[in-house]
Structures are given as structure tokens and as C-alpha cells.
């Protein structure tokens, strides 16, 4: 039996809870903060995958490796297509209730399909309805384990992770911070990192508060490899209001369409999709409209779907619209991007494995490589399901090599020395002896204007000075919400420093200076912090706190 630590309570992690319980592992699921609290629960459009007859793995990879610029990894896009249809026959074990009709399960259309193969719930409420079927789930073993007298599953809501514990290159457990603000260590054989992407990096996403990007942070600070960070997805179609409400591509799909503040559609000049082309073009054609028209938002005509199909389709939006005053059965809605999804994070392989033995990544926290430099619509709850069931069953296997991520394996790597990007705040606590505290809010504006839809050397190496000024508090100190902005400080870093590294325009990825794909950049790239394989990582707060194995 392995004492495996799962972090994250979205679809990966609920998942690998299961899997890992179900396989005899004892499991500690820790969340930051209620389990159903998580990115999941706000993905609207739905999971792809080739289940239908007029459907194949092969229609799917190529949809996924075309709108992934050149940079996905074949293999991991492979695995992603081919098992996909197995995973979403487990949601449905575990169940979730996809949306059917007379004819059986019904499918929605996203940009860049080349055929509807969307499964949604509820509507527009597809990662609500998963959330909560697995955290049912969860629940029903833990209730299970505890009533047999067992300790096989437990759950800790209201955690934090503080940062990884790191002996001779191996992950051993993590530190926590706990609901009572006291620190602790939690020993593991294994860590599934499970902790999502980093929208609050933004001024303006699709997420919610808690998307601070812990994960990546910690196992970036603990040396692990990491890939592809200057990816960040930027939905075309957030609703113009407070709080940004996505409003799903999948209203396109039906298709409703995009008008200039003069009520003219734009897309059709730009690509022969029009508003179906992929994510990143259509993101960035609304920016580019957006500036030409003083900055005002696009408008998204939906009026020609009719009310029932609105109401009954799409209660989320419909009634995030109502709650702006907005009746979009009767008027075009504002819309504009906002950061939703990051396609980089911690590297691994197709079983999860990251470069640091003992350390698993599933979900958005981890660059797998099968999203490339622009993920495809509703692939990204099919990836959580299919490397966290992936990662659990690798677990079987101790002697499983992690992947090195090295030169000598072919890969460009790079490591990040810190004395050019001082990217070490978070590990070596603050050092206020320059600079000023890092400021959530002000950070956010920085990164959009300059590492959000449209990005230039210039802006981005401003960026990367004003990054360096300003240090984050002692970890070992640190509440919640401080922790929180360290981590997003180094995420800034590191997103900064990756899109300056990237001399081209590619996906998500678009440079003013650079406007165009460069065939010779056409390689993911992986980084790690220099001279870190072989340090053993204490946590600040060792010596105070209490070594609890789980
Ligand atoms: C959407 O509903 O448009 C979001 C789906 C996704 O991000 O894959």
C-alpha cells in the first residue's frame, strides 16, 4: 500500500482520489478550499470526446494537434483521443448525467471540431454536474472507510499546500497549512499535484479566486521541470461585467455571432471559420476590435437562438446575463477574452510523472503536452480525467523511471538563473532590502497589459524589471492569501521571462515584434531552476512543525 497525498479537489484530483483508493493506496486528499470549490465547477461548454458513430480517435487527434500550433506532444494527444471515450464512460459510472435526447446522449459543436462531439450537463453546467458526482463519490468512500473503522480515504478541506518536501531529488509529502493557521508536514510515498491553472494572474478570467496556481509554484520552487508557461489560453468570450462570466463557446457553436460596436460581423474577413475559428484567433480579433473601437467590448448576437433554446441550453449564462440586466433573448451581449486556461505548467509524461520521483501532475497544473500552444475547446476536463486515472495506475509501478526532461534527451531546456529573474522570492522568503510587497491587484494589471492577448518585447521586459522590484512575503509566515500572491508572483516571473524567451507569435503566444510562427521555434520548452536536482528542500517552517504520514 502506498501512502499517496492527493492536492486539488477538481476533476483530477477527486478522480485520482477515487482511482487510488479503489486500487488500495491510502489517500489524504487535501483542498484548498471546499472540496466542490474548484475550476471544474465553472466549465460550461463540456468534455469532448469520439464516442459517436460519425465520430473517430483519429478525426480528434488531428483537430487537437491542428489547433495546438505545432507544439503538442503526438504521444500525449495519442493517449488523450484514444482513451478519452473509456474515461467518460467512467463519469458516467460514477454519475455524471449528460444531457440526452429521444436519440440517447446529445453533443454540442466548439470551434476547431471538425465534428460535435461536445457531452455537456445541465446545459452550460457540465462541470458543475461532474463536480458534484465526484465529490459524491469521494464522499461515499470516505463514509465507507470510516464506517468499516478504516482510515483508507480522508479529506481536508480548507488546506493549503505551503510547498513540496524534496529529500535527495525525491518528493516525500508536502507542507500544509491547515484551517487553524498552523503549518505541518504530511510524509507521502506519492504527491498527485491536482491544484489547476493561475487565471487570477489576470485581471480579467473566466476563474475563480481560488485559481492561484499553487501547484506549479511549489513544484517549480522544489525543481521540478516545467514547459511551456508563456502558453496562457485566453477565452474569446467572457460576458462584460464584473466578475467576467465565461459565456461558452459552445453559443457559437449554435450559432450566435460576433458584432462591432457598429453591429458589423468581423470574424468572416478574418478566417474562414469566422466564429468558429480557433480560440486564440478569435480572442485575439476581439482584442483587435476592442482597440479599434476605443476599447469598448465586441457584442455576441445570440437574439437568432430564440428564448427556449437560450433558457434551456444555457441557464448558467442566461441567468449571468439577467443578473447583469442584460435579456439576451432581445439584445446582443458585451462581451471580450479573459485568461481561462493555461495550456504550460509542471512537465510530464504520459503517466503524470514528473521529472521529481514521487511527484505526479494531472490537469491544468501539468503540461503534458497534449494542448500545444492552444487547447482545443472541451479538451481540458478529458485530460484531467485521462492522466489522473493514468497517474494512479502508474503508481503500481515504484520502479517507474519519472522522465528527466534533459538536453540529452533531445529537448531544449533551459535553466532559469535566478540571479537574472530573481524568480527565488518564494523559497528564500522575501528580501525586502529593495523593492516593494507585491500587490495582488496591481500584479494583475501588469500581467494583462503585458503578458495577456497581445504581447511585445518591449512590454514584456518592462514587466520583467517591475517584477523583480517587488518580494513576497516569508512562506513560513504567510496566511493563505499571502501564500496565494507569492505563488502568483512567481508565475508571473516565470510567464514573463518565457514569453521574452519566445521570439515568435505562435497560438496563444503573440508578440507584436515577433508577428509570426518561426518553423524553427516549433518545439515546446522545458525549464528548471539551476542547480536544484540534487538539493534536498527543507520547508521554512520545519523546525516548528509536526511530521504527520498520511
Ligand atoms: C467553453 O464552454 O467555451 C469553455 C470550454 C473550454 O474551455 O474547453
Do not use: C
Given at each position: 500500500m502506498t501512502r499517496v497525498l492527493v492536492v486539488g479537489s477538481g476533476l483530477g484530483g477527486l478522480i485520482a482520489a477515487v482511482r487510488a483508493t479503489d486500487a488500495g493506496h491510502r489517500v489524504t486528499l487535501v483542498t484548498?478550499?471546499?472540496?466542490?470549490?474548484?475550476?471544474?465547477?465553472?466549465?460550461?461548454g463540456g468534455i469532448a470526446a469520439?464516442?459517436?458513430?460519425?465520430?473517430?480517435t483519429d478525426a480528434h487527434i488531428l483537430d487537437t494537434l491542428r489547433a495546438g500550433a505545432g507544439l503538442c506532444d503526438p504521444a500525449a494527444v495519442t493517449v488523450l483521443c484514444e482513451e478519452g471515450p473509456a474515461r467518460v464512460r467512467d463519469l458516467i459510472r460514477f454519475g455524471v448525467d449528460f444531457d440526452r435526447d429521444e436519440s440517447g446522449i446529445t453533443r454540442g459543436l466548439e470551434a476547431a471540431?471538425?465534428?460535435?462531439?461536445v457531452l455537456h450537463a445541465g446545459g452550460d453546467a457540465t462541470g458543475a454536474a461532474i463536480e458534484a458526482a465526484l465529490v459524491a463519490t469521494v464522499q461515499e468512500r470516505a463514509n465507507r472507510a470510516h464506517a468499516q473503522g478504516g482510515d483508507q480515504i480522508t479529506i481536508h478541506e480548507h488546506t493549503m499546500l505551503v510547498d513540496l518536501v524534496v529529500d535527495t531529488g525525491r518528493v516525500t509529502g508536502a507542507t500544509l497549512l491547515g484551517p487553524n493557521g498552523a503549518q505541518h508536514t504530511v510524509v507521502a510515498d506519492a504527491v498527485i499535484l491536482a491544484t489547476g491553472g493561475a487565471g487570477?494572474?489576470?485581471?480579467?478570467?473566466?476563474?475563480?479566486?481560488?485559481?492561484?496556481?499553487d501547484g506549479v509554484a511549489a513544484a517549480w520552487r522544489a525543481g521540478a521541470t516545467i514547459a511551456d508557461v508563456e502558453f496562457y489560453q485566453f477565452h474569446?468570450?467572457?460576458?462584460?461585467?464584473?466578475?467576467?462570466?465565461l459565456v461558452s463557446e459552445a453559443v457559437r457553436g449554435e450559432g450566435a455571432v460576433l458584432l462591432s460596436s457598429?453591429?458589423?460581423?468581423?470574424?468572416p474577413a478574418i478566417h474562414p471559420?469566422?466564429?468558429?475559428?480557433p480560440r486564440d484567433i478569435v480572442a485575439r480579433s476581439i482584442a483587435a476590435q476592442m482597440t479599434a473601437q476605443g476599447g469598448d467590448p465586441v457584442m455576441l448576437d445570440a437574439?437568432?437562438?430564440?428564448r427556449e433554446l437560450l433558457e434551456t441550453r444555457f441557464p448558467t449564462i442566461t441567468a449571468a446575463c439577467l443578473a447583469a440586466g442584460l435579456d439576451w433573448a432581445l439584445e446582443p451581449i458585451p462581451v471580450a477574452p479573459a485568461a481561462h486556461y493555461?495550456?504550460?505548467?509542471?512537465a510530464t509524461d504520459v503517466w503524470g510523472?514528473?521529472?521529481?520521483?514521487g511527484l505526479f501532475a494531472v490537469g491544468e497544473?501539468?503540461?503534458?503536452?497534449?494542448?500545444?500552444?492552444n487547447r482545443l475547446a472541451s479538451n481540458s476536463l478529458l485530460e484531467a480525467a485521462v492522466f489522473a486515472d493514468r497517474a494512479v495506475r502508474a503508481?503500481?509501478?515504484?520502479t517507474g523511471r519519472h522522465p528527466?526532461?534533459?538536453?540529452?534527451?533531445?529537448l531544449d531546456v533551459a535553466d532559469t538563473d535566478f540571479a537574472d529573474t530573481d524568480l527565488d522570492s518564494g523559497l528564500?522568503?522575501?528580501?525586502?532590502?529593495a523593492g516593494m510587497p507585491v500587490d495582488r491587484s496591481t500584479l494583475q494589471g501588469l500581467m494583462w497589459e503585458a503578458a495577456g492577448v497581445h504581447r511585445s518585447g518591449a512590454g514584456l521586459a518592462g514587466a520583467a524589471a517591475t517584477l523583480t522590484g517587488w518580494w513576497a512575503v516569508d512562506r513560513a509566515e504567510a496566511s493563505v492569501d499571502e501564500l496565494e500572491t507569492g505563488n502568483l508572483l512567481d508565475l508571473g516571473r516565470l510567464i514573463v521571462a518565457a514569453a521574452l524567451a519566445r521570439e515568435e507569435s505562435r497560438g496563444a503566444h503573440h508578440r507584436a515584434d515577433f508577428p509570426d510562427s518561426r518553423p524553427e521555434l516549433a518545439r515546446p520548452r522545458f525549464s528548471r531552476r539551476r542547480e536544484f536536482a540534487t538539493r534536498t528542500l527543507v520547508p521554512a517552517s520545519s523546525s516548528a512543525s509536526e511530521a504527520i504520514a498520511c
Open positions: 484548498k478550499a471546499a472540496l466542490s470549490d474548484s475550476n471544474t465547477r465553472y466549465a460550461q469520439a464516442l459517436f458513430p460519425d465520430d473517430s471540431h471538425s465534428r460535435s462531439r487570477a494572474l489576470y485581471t480579467h478570467t473566466t476563474n475563480p479566486a481560488i485559481a492561484t496556481g474569446p468570450t467572457a460576458l462584460a461585467v464584473p466578475g467576467t462570466p457598429t453591429g458589423e460581423r468581423f470574424m471559420d469566422a466564429e468558429l475559428a437574439t437568432g437562438l430564440g493555461w495550456m504550460g505548467g509542471v510523472r514528473t521529472s521529481l520521483p497544473v501539468a503540461r503534458t503536452g497534449a494542448h500545444g500552444a503508481l503500481a509501478d515504484p528527466l526532461f534533459d538536453d540529452a534527451t533531445g528564500d522568503a522575501s528580501s525586502p532590502s
